[in-house]
């Protein structure tokens, strides 16, 4: 009986519902920006740039590309959806690019922030540096690609063989902005003529961009981030001498770190676990011989230290650890860590590395 | 309460009151004797009823009968025959109808027997002769399976009641006899094994039979909505089959069987919402198929409510919800379309309807002619015409698909009308409402009973055993308890509720 | 049938109701109502749970005195009459507002999350509906309600799948971070979202085994326990220090950080699936309500329940300044912690109460 009653209601509400407060937007008449671009105009102002995929049917062009100076992000969407002739939101965001320039400036994480603030974006939302212009890469074409919002979701998406690259989305982005053991990283990109290239890693001190890292140091980065899966190196060994040359596919890497947890004198020890597969090999050992094949793997464990080593000296001397060494220490320090205990930690900190290094197969080749 | 109670009050101050009992023409026959011209005076106006005068050695002897309810061949055999060579012998058969018994008399002719009327003593005997042709058994068309038995119920009670007895030979079965209707006076009979069968609902099931108060049934299922216990709940408390292994099934489980004169279903009680799901043939095949099946028939009844309202509230509302080149699909397919998702799903769901409604009343050759012309000329046609998306006949189709899955067809009914509760709640909140709707389906499934015992068992279970034989159907083998819904005597296991 | 008999609540039922009355909205902002423990505060939830489960003792050990009365005839049973009538008023008010707090607090983070730009009127009412449907149905409903929406809710804890993998575990190191003030204002933040279980008062006695209530009542509580520590958890992996203090529903970015390649943004999609969290504590303290009106009124009408959602709807409706709601709801803790202690006063009560009156009951 009650029933009745509770169904009833319930229809004639939703009936009600339906042909009174029902305005709804569909998909159609939505623009869903994917791509957010900023680019630096002058201190206090940026350019906004957005891309909105566009269905085939409706033009020629795979996506639209609005942009406006504004002096936030707010405000240039307000002024943006005068030009536009569907609603623009932010729902449907994708990756958000910034050109060096600004990012350089140190406002970036104002935006993200206003980003990261949103409910209505989603958290996996990339950020990205761009080499010169964010507006240019967006509303570039790219006669091989179908649209640059397709292209750069798909460029961007992480994929084994391009871990090189810290992906980090506005979350990464906001987590070590203000977590005060690690600096953050970017991808880095640039446009070269129809093409967008993963060309390096940034890495900020606080709120700015101060360093450009290259790819082989960026997958070190990764490695000592301990990100499981990393794609397929070249190494080059023993430069001087009979030059060999190795290409292996890492199967599975970790890292352990022993710190002393003294952070007046402190001392980490970082354990390199690396496995993987030879792809390629040119040089003049045997690997059926087993004595070659260990003598390949010292080889390349030297190697890595070797590179690794070289990688923290270099961290050290710019002062920016994006990979988080503190944090071996923090969490044995009792009271509220600071930046200023990071920077005091890294700077005196002394590291040893050492390493383990499994060649599982040679693939198919001898 | 309030709304519905009154409504119900109102309902029954409205409708006639009638009474088992006959009415004012019937009281004046009760005083009257019986006699050839009472008969007469009361079966007025019935061409078929003959009166056949025999002259035998010990006098005159006349029959009264329905000629549409006995078959000549039949009343010549075992009536006039005998009657001329040896009148004791069918004396002897036959029924004596007391002094005073004209309304029993009239009934008895009225159901196919022939009245036997001695004049010497004007002394009247009934002897059945009801020989109406009756439909062979055959196999079902609405419940067929491919392995199993194929023999299905028919319209005869006698049929029926015997297709169910050859396959329990127990004493224990028991069948009590009802007549309901107060003007059809249609036979029903409640089956149940007595060793098994939980005496309260029994007591709760006979109750509801005796205080049934209406003219008459077409069909058992107009019985089974006056038995419910919530009338208005848009789903079915009792399951109904024609099949005769699943009846057997569920009487060997400890419930309760209705049977009905001229109606080919059986209502068994009480019924689970997940026993609707359930289909005999399950248990015929190898258990991890039959758990696929019942799978994909327990989830394919949420997935088809839910369906074409997440395409409204993810086109409406929360387009991020979708992956970036579904979006993209979407809104190319949506581009032409000029109406939002609500009325789009609103408009292809009623055509679905409309094509299905209009093929069922088809004769089938046309019939199907209609399915193949409404499905592709009415689906390719509309997308082409910029009523509705691709997607989206291609999310109805679907969706029509799987609400036939359901072994029990009045439960593939009831989740069509659901979803449009479903389709509406989220044009108007989007997921916020669907939810919500969620939430009132589930609320709503829980305060449900059948015969009192919760109809949402077993997915909240009444026994822990209920759950080998739920949407996974383990090994027969370890099947051996009956179900808490039965509350069967014995291998008793007490229900979770009732501890 | 069920209903006509008064005691209807198995174990079973016990558990989940008491599970799910405390499970509602507070889930959504544990993490960030224990900041001020930082990192420290993953272990807080466990001890939580350690002093919600003494705190049910008295009020076990009190109601297996009186095992056929709730909390409102025993408050007038105990206390006199008028001064209990004064204090289940009291009760009812904290009620009113209690379920207005969550309610609404729940409704305008739909609104921002999945239905933006929307007013509150339209998803409040259709939410009423669904709730008073439910609360016809008895405290047997709920709580079978209540076994449904955990099931139906639990499976979204795999989700924290993707945040464990991003999250870095050395974050729960030290264990010990935090003086005793934050530790309090942790405590006293957090304790917010445990109560719930104080319900049981009222529905005592309906239960079925009143001896093992509290075994059940605590398998409730640990049950929400090892649900808000796996979340903390989660969360201090997860988030740095100024997320967490920042980030108002941790649970929302947990499920942001969700990958899948057919559905984006399970956030939506579990704010709008937390309804039923949300239903089954509403419908529990609203039934709670109707008792407490039932009593107050001395008889048992439908049109209580329908009155006090009618005042609910109106309080929720009536435009406070945002400031001095925000300072309501916050002082409802001391409401809350008070009727939680309560039972202790009442056993004092029936300690001290003449032996003549307790063979009279």
Redesign the interface.
């Known amino acids: 009986m009650k029933n009745l009653l509770i169904i009833f209601l319930l229809l004639s509400g939703l009936l009600f519902g339906c042909s009174g407060d029902l305005s709804p937007s569909s998909v159609e008449d939505v623009a869903l920006v994917s791509l957010l671009g900023v680019d630096y105009v002058d201190e206090n102002k940026m350019k906004l740039t957005l891309a909105v995929p566009q269905s085939a049917s409706s033009s020629e062009e795979p996506n639209q590309v609005y942009s406006t100076v504004s002096g936030m992000v707010k405000e240039g969407i307000v002024d943006l959806s005068a030009q536009a002739e569907r609603e623009i939101k932010l729902n449907g965001l994708r990756v958000v690019l910034f050109n060096e320039e600004f990012a350089r400036s140190g406002r970036m994480r104002e935006v993200v922030e206003h980003l990261y603030r949103n409910p209505v974006i989603g958290g996996n939302v990339y950020v990205v540096v761009v080499k010169e212009s964010a507006e240019e890469l967006l509303s570039g074409k790219y006669p091989s690609k179908s649209g640059i919002v397709t292209y750069l979701n798909a460029l961007l998406k992480p994929k084994p063989h391009n871990m090189f690259s810290p992906f980090t989305t506005i979350h990464d982005f906001m987590y070590t902005q203000t977590n005060p053991v690690l600096e953050t990283m970017t991808p880095y990109i640039e446009k070269k003529e129809d093409v967008v290239e993963i060309t390096g890693v940034t890495v900020f001190k606080e709120k700015k961009m101060t360093d450009l890292y290259d790819r082989k140091q960026g997958q070190l980065i990764q490695l000592l981030k301990d990100v499981e899966r990393m794609p397929a190196a070249t190494i080059q060994l023993n430069e001087d001498r009979h030059s060999e040359q190795v290409v292996i596919d890492f199967v599975k890497n970790k890292v352990d770190y022993k710190s002393n947890g003294n952070i007046h004198q402190p001392s980490l020890s970082i354990i390199l676990y690396l496995k993987g597969t030879i792809y390629e090999y040119k040089g003049t050992k045997n690997l059926s011989r087993s004595r070659d094949f260990s003598e390949l793997e010292n080889e390349i464990q030297d190697y890595f230290k070797k590179e690794v080593s070289a990688l923290i000296e270099e961290l050290k001397q710019n002062e920016t650890d994006p990979i988080g060494f503190s944090e071996n220490f923090r969490m044995h320090y009792k009271g509220e860590w600071t930046q200023e205990l990071t920077d005091q930690v890294f700077s005196d900190l002394s590291v040893t590395v050492s390493m383990e290094m499994h060649i599982l197969a040679t693939g198919t080749l001898r | 309460?309030?709304?519905?109670?009154v409504?119900?009050k109102l309902l029954k101050k409205k409708a006639p009151v009638p009474t088992g009992k006959p009415q004012a023409t019937s009281k004046s026959r009760q005083s009257e004797r019986v006699s050839l011209e009472a008969i007469k005076n009361n079966l007025t106006d019935i061409a078929d009823v003959k009166y056949k005068q025999i002259k035998t050695i010990n006098g005159f002897v006349t029959l009264i009968y329905y000629e549409s309810l006995v078959d000549t061949q039949v009343l010549h055999q075992m009536v006039v025959g005998p009657i001329l060579r040896q009148q004791e012998t069918v004396i002897h058969a036959a029924e004596k109808v007391g002094e005073n018994d004209l309304n029993q008399l009239l009934d008895l002719i009225t159901t196919g027997y022939t009245i036997i009327h001695l004049h010497q003593n004007s002394t009247f005997y009934a002897l059945s002769t009801f020989s109406a042709e009756n439909r062979a058994i055959q196999q079902t068309e609405t419940e067929s399976t491919v392995i199993g038995p194929q023999d299905a119920f028919t319209e005869s009670l006698n049929t029926n009641l015997s297709l169910i007895k050859r396959r329990i030979a127990n004493p224990e079965l028991k069948n009590k006899s009802y007549e309901l209707g107060s003007e059809t006076k249609t036979k029903v009979a409640v089956l149940y094994l007595n060793n098994l069968v939980n005496r309260e609902n029994l007591d709760r099931l006979c109750k509801k039979l005796e205080e049934i108060d209406y003219d008459g049934f077409m069909d058992i299922s107009m019985l089974k909505q006056l038995i419910e216990d919530?009338p208005?709940?848009?789903f079915p408390q009792y399951n109904m089959t024609v099949r005769t292994d699943m009846a057997v099934q569920y009487l060997l489980d400890g419930r309760i069987v209705v049977v009905m004169g001229n109606s080919q279903s059986v209502i068994i009680a009480p019924t689970s919402f997940f026993e609707l799901f359930v289909s005999t043939e399950d248990y015929y095949n190898r258990w991890m198929t039959a758990t696929l099946l019942r799978s994909l028939r327990f989830f394919g009844f949420f997935i088809t409510i839910i369906l074409t309202p997440t395409y409204i509230s993810a086109?409406?509302?929360?387009?991020?919800?979708?992956?970036?080149?579904l979006?993209?699909n979407?809104?190319?397919s949506?581009?032409?379309?000029p109406f939002?998702?609500?009325i789009e799903v609103l408009f292809i769901e009623l055509v679905i309807e409309i094509l299905r409604e209009a093929g069922s009343r088809m004769p089938t050759k046309i019939g199907q002619t209609i399915g193949i012309v409404g499905g592709i000329v009415i689906g390719t046609a509309a997308v082409e015409a910029g009523l509705i998306s691709n997607m989206l006949t291609v999310l109805v189709a679907i969706s029509a698909l799987l609400s036939f899955l359901p072994s029990n067809f009045l439960m593939s009914n009831t989740s069509r009308f659901i979803r449009y509760?479903f389709i509406?709640?989220a044009?108007?909140?989007?997921?916020?409402?669907?939810?919500?709707a969620l939430?009132?389906l589930?609320?709503?499934l829980?305060?449900l009973?059948s015969l009192?015992n919760?109809y949402?068992t077993p997915?909240?279970p009444r026994k822990w055993t209920d759950l080998l034989d739920s949407v996974v159907r383990l090994p027969l083998g370890l099947l051996q308890y009956k179900k808490g819904i039965s509350r069967a005597k014995t291998k008793r296991i007490r229900p979770?509720?009732?501890? | 049938m069920d209903n006509n008999k008064r005691k209807k609540l198995n174990g079973y039922h016990v558990v989940f109701l008491v599970q799910n009355t405390m499970v509602g909205l507070g889930l959504l902002s544990l993490p960030n109502k224990l900041n001020s423990m930082g990192y420290s505060q993953w272990w807080l939830p466990l001890l939580l749970g350690v002093i919600a489960n003494l705190t049910l003792i008295p009020m076990i050990w009190l109601f297996l005195r009186y095992p056929t009365e709730n909390l409102y005839t025993l408050n007038e049973k105990l206390l006199g009459k008028w001064f209990g009538k004064f204090v289940n008023l009291f009760l009812v008010l904290y009620l009113i507002i209690f379920i207005s707090s969550i309610v609404e607090g729940y409704l305008d983070l739909i609104l921002i999350v999945a239905l933006p730009d929307r007013p509150i009127t339209g998803p409040l009412i259709v939410f009423f509906l669904v709730l008073l449907y439910i609360v016809h149905g008895g405290i047997k409903s709920i709580a079978r309600f209540s076994i449904m929406s955990f099931f139906l809710t639990i499976w979204m804890l795999i989700f924290l799948y993707w945040p464990i993998i991003e999250g870095d575990p050395r974050h729960l190191l030290p264990v010990s971070n935090f003086t005793l003030k934050e530790w309090l204002q942790a405590s006293r933040n957090g304790y917010f979202s445990m109560v719930g279980y104080d319900l049981i008062m009222i529905y005592f006695p309906y239960i079925i085994h009143q001896k093992r209530a509290f075994l059940h009542g605590s398998i409730g509580i640990w049950i929400t326990s090892i649900v808000y520590f796996t979340v903390t958890v989660v969360s201090v992996m997860y988030f740095s220090p100024w997320q967490m203090e920042e980030v108002v529903y941790p649970i929302l970015k947990l499920y942001k950080a969700v990958e899948l390649s057919f559905f984006e943004r399970i956030d939506v999609m579990g704010i709008s699936l937390w309804v039923f969290l949300l239903l089954s504590t509403a419908s529990a303290y609203l039934w709670v309500g109707k008792k407490g009106l039932d009593s107050l009124r001395n008889n048992n009408k439908t049109y209580h329940l329908y009155l006090l959602a009618i005042l609910i709807f109106v309080f929720i409706n009536i435009p406070f300044p945002k400031d001095l709601q925000d300072i309501l709801y916050d002082q409802i803790f001391y409401l809350k912690l008070a009727i939680i202690l309560w039972p202790n006063v009442l056993i004092l009560v029936h300690l001290i109460r003449p032996k003549k009156g307790r063979t009279v009951t």
Not at chain 2, 334 to 337: A, G, L, S
Not at chain 2, 427 to 436: A, I, K, R
Request: net charge negative; aromatic share 12%; no cysteine.
């Open positions: 309460m309030g709304f519905g109670k409504l119900s919530h208005y709940s848009p086109l409406t509302y929360h387009p991020e919800l979708l992956p970036f080149e979006l993209m979407l809104q190319e949506r581009d032409r379309v939002p998702p609500v509760i509406l709640s044009g108007l909140f989007g997921l916020y409402g669907q939810m919500l939430a009132w589930f609320i709503h829980l305060n009973t009192g919760p949402l997915v909240i979770l509720d009732e501890e």
